[in-house]
């Protein structure tokens, strides 16, 4: 080989290296970093992007209206049968919150009209009647033990393609029959209506969603959920604990020792 022909092709193959390097950081870059506590991010934040045919059908669906059901005049019959004053706004009630917003008293969640900082600043959470996102029963209710933000990290920067192990360190929970009990049957239910019958509930019926625009978000078709199906989560072998909560004048507090998380202690805990 030539003199210059050596030169040319060392100076091509450092050019080559550099760039190479330079994607890395910016891979790297791109990264997003895992927040170090749970909180509370809203169903907007699931659209746009990776979940959208799941977020429209969340909102056509009974739990992405259930806030709706607090304002006065709505389903009058049912509230007065479940002894409850159908001309009365409830939107702001601490004693329906818990079961009809996302994450109402935990880092992040819904905070009802009239809510101040500690300044006097107005904190309550807008309520979007085209978006909504924390008002409503969001993903989160059911997928999450603490709130989305770290597991969606790890969403993101996987692209979709985790194991439900990697998710459920940071917080995503995969025993969806115990995690209905949050709510359906649960003992401050008022409604009286029943036990829900888990095997026949659809909750965000996907399919008629899907359009060229976010074709490319079909995990059921490229075989990711499949994928997953084949693993057993811890969470779906035990079941996480479920928050018990009680009201002390006029709030919402969350019993102690009862919560599926401690962020303190970086700990899930289990049914025993
Ligand atoms: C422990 C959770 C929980 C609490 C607290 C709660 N709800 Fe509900 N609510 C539900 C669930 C779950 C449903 C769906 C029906 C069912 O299976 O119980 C529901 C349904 C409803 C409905 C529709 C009922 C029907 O038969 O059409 C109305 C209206 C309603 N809630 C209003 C309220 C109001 C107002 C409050 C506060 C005073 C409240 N809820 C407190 C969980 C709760
Ligand atoms: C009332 C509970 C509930 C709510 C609210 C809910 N989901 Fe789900 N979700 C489920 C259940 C149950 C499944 C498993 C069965 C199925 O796919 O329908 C599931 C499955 C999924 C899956 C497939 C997971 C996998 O990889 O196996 C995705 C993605 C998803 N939900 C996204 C969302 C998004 C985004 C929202 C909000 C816009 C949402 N969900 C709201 C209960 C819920
Ligand atoms: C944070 C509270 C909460 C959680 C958790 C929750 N739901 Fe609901 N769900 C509601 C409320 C409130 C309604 C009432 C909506 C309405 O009546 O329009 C409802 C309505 C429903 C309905 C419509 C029929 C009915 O009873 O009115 C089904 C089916 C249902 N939920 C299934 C589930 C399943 C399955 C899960 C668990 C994977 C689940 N829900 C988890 C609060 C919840």
Redesign the pocket.
């Known amino acids: 080989m030539g003199k210059t022909l050596k030169t040319i092709s060392l100076v091509l193959l450092s050019a080559i290296f550099l760039i190479g390097v330079a994607d890395e950081a910016d891979a790297k870059k791109k990264k997003k970093k895992i927040p170090k506590k749970p909180s509370y991010v809203g169903a907007v934040k699931c659209n746009g992007s990776c979940h959208d045919p799941y977020y429209q059908a969340w909102v056509d669906s009974?739990h992405g209206k259930?806030f709706n059901?607090?304002k006065p005049g709505?389903?009058a019959?049912?509230?007065k049968?479940?002894k409850?004053d159908p001309e009365?706004d409830?939107t702001a009630?601490p004693?329906?919150?818990?079961?009809?917003t996302t994450g109402y008293r935990q880092k992040g969640g819904f905070k009802p009209a009239g809510s101040k900082s500690k300044k006097g600043k107005d904190i309550s959470t807008k309520i979007d009647p085209e978006e909504p996102s924390l008002e409503q029963?969001g993903c989160e209710m059911c997928h999450s033990a603490a709130g989305g933000a770290q597991f969606r990290v790890v969403m993101k920067n996987t692209k979709g393609d985790y194991k439900k192990s990697d998710t459920e360190k940071y917080g995503q929970r995969w025993d969806y029959e115990n995690v209905?009990t949050?709510?359906?049957?649960?003992?401050?239910?008022?409604?009286?209506?029943?036990k829900?019958d888990f095997a026949k509930a659809t909750i965000h019926p996907i399919a008629k969603y899907f359009n060229e625009d976010n074709a490319d978000q079909d995990i059921v078709k490229d075989g990711k959920v499949k994928d997953r199906a084949k693993e057993t989560a811890k969470s779906e072998e035990k079941g996480l604990r479920i928050e018990d909560w009680n009201f002390k004048k006029g709030k919402l507090k969350f019993a102690k020792g009862t919560r599926p998380y401690s962020s303190k202690k970086k700990k899930f805990y289990y049914i025993k």
């Open positions: 009974p259930a059901l607090l709505e389903r019959e049912a509230k049968k479940a409850l009365k409830y009630d004693q329906c919150l818990r079961c009809h029963v209905c949050r709510c359906h049957n649960h003992p401050k239910n008022p409604h009286k209506k029943g829900l």
